[in-house]
């Protein structure tokens, strides 16, 4: 369970949580009290984030308690008020009209609420970790409403708003009921969009209706992968099949058979299997293309059925609540495994959609883009911005819920919304690009300009230092450099003993990662420091050596030879002999460089091409918001004969002339004011009501005081 003040914001889920919920909350803080760490419990999910915002705080709540605690957030509240900002925006009510509500579209801190998130999280898709699985293919099929659904539409229209349950053709409302109100107009709505004889069994076949639409779509898949005998997956949580009752399988059922010509057999429902058995049984068959059309609800067959082998279509014919149960579905098909697909559909699932114009499916919809663009951002961790806007990102993954609201509901204004949101939504996404992009060219430029500077000067002081070396060094008759070397420590100048010494230093010093000179060679001065590493897993002390110019030179890394005197000694001139290479490295290195920086100083200078259509978009998009308000708010009509109008008038009845002065008017006047004036309303009363506390004296003398009304 959670507390929280914004009980009137949609999606938060149900606040009082369930006994299960709570005696595995009191499990995982004992486990955590003794080891005084967020640690000792793992959750494992494919829907980590199913339907409502609070399961992302309540992971936390359950893994991370002394994190929450450490950024003082220690309810739902504290957690909203950092990560989310409530918003109003336009949706669907059941009964069709467009109301405005409250809810979290926006989130804020998004890369820390994504970094807080990934510490306890180890996501990966189908496409993350290469399983071969076909793609789906979502198809919307709109169907308009029949003329008795039109009829029943306005009907459910007024019962949702006189609440007369007469007008529905059942009996009036009760008490319990009365409080259930817009439960019952869902339950209806919900109804009458799959089939009018959910409501009533009297209402006739209409040639029109979704049964017919779904029936005639199955037939041609049917038909199309006959000869690979491809099978379909029907589902529906509404009108489930019953024995001996009218139901909406059953009804398509009759359909195929009758109309389509397909055997009785070969199409079967989930809910016929009694036993484990019986059940296996039926994925056999359906894998073997035996059973060709399996019908099943979400929680019986949208989970733990591995009957994909054949799968060419699903068919949605109403739709869930939680965008996870529309993923478990399309996942019968959407599967490793699909054979048919991958051979003979290219390697895609059709997913059908079923939905009428005009009815709770709009509704329907417009929920799952609620709850699902969030929960799909979150899970493939596309939230690079600081700010996401829930209501108007596409889902890579998933439906365009937006846009398919939109065309269901009739309302070119909203489909125009959609398409706006969406246009602005992408030069956004593509400005924010541009901006990265040039952000990060001018910090490439940046630093490449640094590095080439430094490096040109370092090759001055290195040229430097090499002319000085080749103004005073000593060469054989081969040209190589004569030794010059003068050990401080050593009294001895021959290169034998030099050598020995210096072998000797580099076993036994420790400077303490300190440079310590030990000597000379043409006027440079040799130094040694101590660096401590583990050699042959054991502690130890290796020595380097150095020449010292504007830099310091390192000959076989700074080790000398172990087993060659002369080589040790050598090791100094040959130091200095190198500078030429390191020299030319430099300036290999610096030729690279200076060839990015016209290509860099390009994309610095250029500038984004589509700020103003930008501008003109969101201009667009705000006119558009201001005409779905305006059309929300009630007419005068419907203003006036909600409000009372209150009209002054003198005692006896006579409407007053001229308002009376007041205090602020004359502070100096009395609070004395002629002549007495009483308010009534237009509609003849009763009774007069006498205003006190307003600067007026009632007939008798009473004079009133207090603040003016």
């Known amino acids: 369970m959670f507390n929280t003040r914004h009980d009137r914001v949609a999606g938060l889920g149900n606040s009082e949580g369930s006994q299960r919920a709570l005696n595995l909350l009191y499990a995982i803080r004992t486990i955590q009290e003794r080891s005084g760490k967020d640690l000792g419990a793992t959750f494992l999910s494919g829907t980590t984030i199913s339907n409502s915002l609070t399961e992302l705080y309540l992971l936390f709540k359950y893994l991370r308690p002394k994190e929450l605690e450490r950024q003082e957030i220690?309810?739902?509240?504290?957690?909203?008020?950092?990560?989310?900002?409530?918003?109003?925006?336009?949706?669907?009510?059941?009964?069709?009209?467009?109301?405005?509500?409250?809810?979290?579209?926006?989130?804020?801190?998004?890369?820390?609420?994504?970094?807080?998130?990934?510490e306890i999280t180890d996501y990966r898709t189908a496409e993350d970790v290469g399983v071969d699985?076909?793609?789906?293919?979502?198809?919307?099929?709109?169907?308009?409403?029949?003329?008795?659904?039109?009829?029943?539409?306005?009907?459910?229209?007024e019962f949702a708003k006189s609440g007369d349950a007469t007008i529905l053709g059942r009996a009036p409302l009760s008490d319990t009921e009365e409080k259930a109100k817009m439960l019952i107009a869902t339950d209806y709505a919900r109804k009458m969009a799959l089939d009018m004889r959910m409501i009533d069994p009297s209402y006739s076949d209409d040639p029109n209706n979704k049964a017919s639409h779904c029936a005639k779509m199955i037939a041609q898949y049917y038909h199309k992968y006959?000869?690979?005998?491809?099978?379909?997956?029907?589902?529906?949580?509404?009108?489930?099949?019953?024995?001996?009752?009218?139901?909406?399988?059953?009804?398509?059922?009759?359909k195929l058979i009758e109309d389509y010509g397909i055997p009785p057999h070969e199409i079967r429902f989930i809910q016929e299997c009694k036993t484990e058995r019986s059940r296996k049984a039926v994925i056999q068959a359906t894998n073997d293309g035996d059973v060709r059309v399996l019908f099943g609800s979400t929680s019986m067959l949208g989970t733990g059925v591995n009957?994909?082998?054949?799968?060419?279509?699903?068919?949605?014919?109403?739709?869930?609540w939680r965008p996870s149960d529309l993923e478990q579905r399309n996942g019968r098909g959407v599967r490793a495994g699909n054979e048919i697909a991958k051979l003979y559909?290219?390697?895609?699932?059709?997913?059908?959609?079923?939905?009428?114009?005009?009815?709770?499916d709009s509704y329907k919809f417009n929920l799952l883009h609620c709850k699902a663009t969030f929960i799909a951002q979150l899970k493939s961790g596309a939230l690079g911005a600081r700010t996401i806007d829930e209501g108007a990102m596409d889902e890579k993954s998933g439906m365009n819920f937006s846009e398919y609201m939109a065309i269901l509901s009739g309302n070119t204004d909203l489909?125009?919304?959609?398409?706006?949101?969406?246009?602005?939504?992408?030069?956004?996404?593509?400005?924010?690009?541009?901006?990265?992009?040039?952000?990060?060219?001018?910090?490439?430029?940046?630093?490449?300009?640094h590095d080439i500077q430094n490096n040109e000067a370092a090759m001055e002081r290195m040229k430097a230092d090499y002319e000085k070396y080749s103004a005073v060094v000593q060469r054989d008759k081969d040209g190589n450099p004569v030794n010059n070397l003068t050990v401080d420590s050593c009294k001895f100048k021959d290169e034998q003993n030099m050598g020995v010494h210096l072998q000797g230093l580099a076993q036994r010093t420790d400077t303490h990662g300190q440079y310590q000179r030990v000597g000379e060679v043409y006027g440079f001065p040799i130094s040694i420091i101590s660096e401590h590493t583990l050699i042959d897993g054991r502690e130890g002390v290796q020595n380097r050596f150095v020449v010292e110019g504007s830099y310091k030179y390192k000959y076989n890394n700074g080790f000398i030879a172990m087993s060659d005197t002369h080589a040790a000694c050598m090791n100094f001139v040959n130091a200095l002999e190198k500078i030429p290479s390191i020299v030319e490295q430099y300036e290999e290195r610096t030729a690279k460089l200076k060839a990015d920086v016209p290509v860099l100083e390009g994309i610095v200078a250029k500038q984004w091409g589509k700020e103003e259509e930008l501008k003109q978009l969101k201009s667009e998009l705000a006119a558009l918001d201001r005409k779905i308000t305006a059309e929300l708010k009630p007419s005068d009509a419907e203003e006036a004969a909600r409000a009372k109008v209150v009209t002054p008038t003198k005692g006896n009845g006579e409407p007053l002339d001229e308002p009376a002065p007041s205090q602020s008017q004359d502070s100096k006047k009395s609070m004395v004011a002629e002549p007495?004036?009483?308010?009534?309303?237009?509609?003849?009363?009763s009774s007069r009501i006498i205003i006190g506390g307003c600067g007026v004296t009632p007939p008798g003398g009473f004079r009133a005081a207090g603040p003016k009304l």
């Open 676 to 685: 007495t004036t009483i308010y009534k309303e237009r509609e003849p009363l």
């Open 133 to 157: 699985r076909p793609m789906k293919n979502e198809i919307l099929h709109n169907i308009p409403p029949t003329k008795e659904q039109e009829v029943f539409i306005q009907k459910l229209m």
């Open 345 to 360: 559909a290219d390697n895609k699932v059709d997913v059908i959609i079923y939905a009428v114009e005009k009815s709770l």
């Open 307 to 320: 009957a994909q082998k054949r799968c060419v279509a699903i068919h949605h014919t109403d739709t869930p």
């Open 226 to 254: 006959d000869e690979q005998r491809g099978t379909q997956f029907v589902f529906s949580d509404l009108g489930t099949y019953k024995p001996g009752e009218w139901n909406f399988y059953s009804e398509v059922k009759r």
């Open 415 to 449: 489909l125009d919304k959609a398409k706006l949101e969406k246009r602005i939504a992408s030069l956004e996404s593509e400005r924010k690009s541009f901006g990265k992009g040039r952000a990060d060219a001018e910090f490439r430029l940046s630093t490449i300009t």
């Open 74 to 118: 220690r309810c739902f509240d504290a957690w909203a008020a950092i990560f989310a900002k409530k918003t109003t925006d336009f949706e669907f009510n059941v009964t069709n009209n467009l109301v405005q509500k409250e809810r979290f579209r926006y989130f804020i801190k998004v890369p820390e609420l994504a970094a807080f998130y990934n």
